[in-house]
C-alpha cells in the first residue's frame, strides 16, 4: 500500500468515528454532543488536508448538519478561512470549533511538521474513549443536583405566590401571630428570586466563551483543569518524541500556547532547566509533571518506548482524576441532601405551625 493510500484510509476511518444514527443528521434536531461535533470537524480537516482539498466549503458544508450555537461557531470558522487567515488562527479566534487540547495538538504538528501524526493522535484519543468511555460522576453528580434544585425552585415558587399567601392572610383575618421561622421563608424567598433574576439575564445575555469557561471552572473538579492539562501536555510530549522531535521544542511551542497559566509556567521552567543541561525527564519531574520512577522509566529507551509510556503516563492521569471525583461526590452528596431537607424543613415547620395556631384558636 503507497503512502497516499494509507493516509486515504486512515482519514475515512477517522470519518467513520463515531458512529450515530441517520436520523440525527438534521438542522433542527441538536443529535450529538459538542464533542461529537467536534470530532466530525476533526476528519474534515484531515481528509481536507489529505486531499489537498479547499477547507472553507467542507466546513460550511458541515455547518449545516447542526443547529444553534455551533452551526454559527462553524460559519465563523468558514468565513475565517475563506478570508486568508490560517487554520490554527482562525480555530483561536472560534474557541469552541475545537477544544484547547485539538487546537494544541495541532499548532505544535504544524511547527514541528508533523500534522498527520498529530491527527491520528487525536484519532487514537476517539477509539480511546469510544471503547473505554471516561467515567463522568462529577458532571453527573453536579446535573443531578441542578435538575433537583430546579425542581425545588418550582415547588418553592409555587408555594410562595399560591399558597403562602392564603396562609398569611388567614392567620390576619383570625388575628394569629404567624410562626417565626415564616421570617427564615421569606428570606429563602428573597434568595429565590434573586436566584431567579440571575438565571433571567444569563438566559438575555449573549452565551458567551467566557461565561460558559466560568461556569465550567465553578463546576469542575478542584485541580481538575490543572490535570487536563497535564494530560495534553504527557500525550503531545508521546507524540513528539515519536517522530524524534527535540523535546526542549515542544516545551516551548507548549508553554506559549498552552491556556493554563499554572501549566504554562510549569513548561517554561522545564524549558529552562533543559536549556541550563539538565536532562529533560528530570526537567519534567522537578515541575511535577513525571515523578523519580517515570523519569527514570523514560531514561534510556527508543522514541517509540518513550512515546508509549508517556501515552501510559496520560492514562493513569485520567484514571486518579476519575478517583477522585468519586471520593468527592461521595464526601460532597450528604452534605447537599442535609440542604435540600433543612429547607424541606423549614417549609414543614411554617404549614405545621400555621395549622397549629389555627387549630389551638379554634379550640
Not at 40 to 53: E, F, M, W
Not at 298 to 323: D, F, H, T
Request: glycine share 6%; charged share 20%; aromatic share 8%.
Amino acid at each position: 500500500m503507497s503512502n497516499q493510500e494509507s493516509n486515504a484510509y486512515s482519514s475515512r476511518a477517522f470519518l467513520e468515528l463515531p458512529r450515530f444514527p441517520a436520523w440525527r443528521s438534521a438542522t433542527w434536531i441538536p443529535g450529538c454532543s459538542l464533542e461529537d461535533a467536534q470530532v466530525s470537524l476533526l476528519a474534515v480537516i484531515r481528509g481536507a488536508i489529505d486531499q489537498k482539498l479547499p477547507l472553507a466549503p467542507l466546513v460550511r458544508s458541515l455547518s449545516n448538519e447542526y443547529s444553534g450555537g455551533y452551526r454559527k461557531t462553524l460559519k465563523r470558522l468558514a468565513n475565517l478561512l475563506e478570508k486568508g487567515v490560517p487554520l490554527i488562527e482562525a480555530l483561536e479566534q472560534v474557541p469552541d470549533a475545537l477544544s484547547e487540547h485539538a487546537v494544541l495538538s495541532l499548532r505544535l504538528g504544524v511547527q514541528s511538521g508533523a500534522v498527520f501524526p498529530a491527527l491520528q493522535m487525536l484519532k487514537d484519543e476517539v477509539v480511546e474513549r469510544t471503547m473505554d468511555p471516561p467515567v463522568r460522576s462529577w458532571k453527573s453528580f453536579w446535573l443531578y443536583w441542578i435538575v433537583l434544585f430546579g425542581i425545588l425552585l418550582v415547588l418553592l415558587t409555587v408555594f410562595q405566590l399560591r399558597i403562602a399567601p392564603s396562609l398569611q392572610r388567614v392567620v390576619e383575618e383570625l388575628g394569629l401571630q404567624a410562626p417565626g421561622i415564616g421570617l427564615i421563608l421569606q428570606y429563602l424567598g428573597y434568595a429565590w428570586a434573586a436566584f431567579l433574576m440571575l438565571v433571567l439575564w444569563l438566559i438575555t445575555t449573549s452565551w458567551s466563551f467566557r461565561l460558559r469557561r466560568l461556569i465550567r471552572t465553578i463546576f469542575r473538579m478542584p485541580m481538575g483543569r490543572l490535570d487536563e492539562s497535564k494530560e495534553s501536555v504527557l500525550r503531545l510530549l508521546g507524540m513528539t518524541t515519536n517522530q524524534g522531535r527535540p523535546v526542549i521544542g515542544a516545551l516551548s511551542t507548549m508553554a506559549k500556547y498552552q491556556a493554563n497559566s499554572v501549566m504554562r509556567s510549569k513548561l517554561l521552567v522545564a524549558r529552562n532547566e533543559i536549556e541550563h543541561g539538565v536532562d529533560a525527564w528530570d526537567a519534567l519531574k522537578s515541575v511535577g509533571l513525571l515523578n523519580s520512577e517515570q523519569a527514570d522509566a523514560l531514561k534510556g529507551e527508543s522514541s517509540i518506548s518513550q512515546s508509549w509510556i508517556l501515552s501510559a503516563y496520560a492514562r493513569c492521569v485520567v484514571v486518579k482524576r476519575e478517583a477522585r471525583e468519586r471520593l468527592a461526590t461521595a464526601l460532597i452528596h450528604p452534605i447537599m441532601v442535609l440542604a435540600v431537607g433543612w429547607v424541606v424543613l423549614v417549609v414543614c415547620l411554617y404549614v405545621f405551625g400555621l395549622l397549629y395556631g389555627l387549630v389551638y384558636s379554634l379550640s
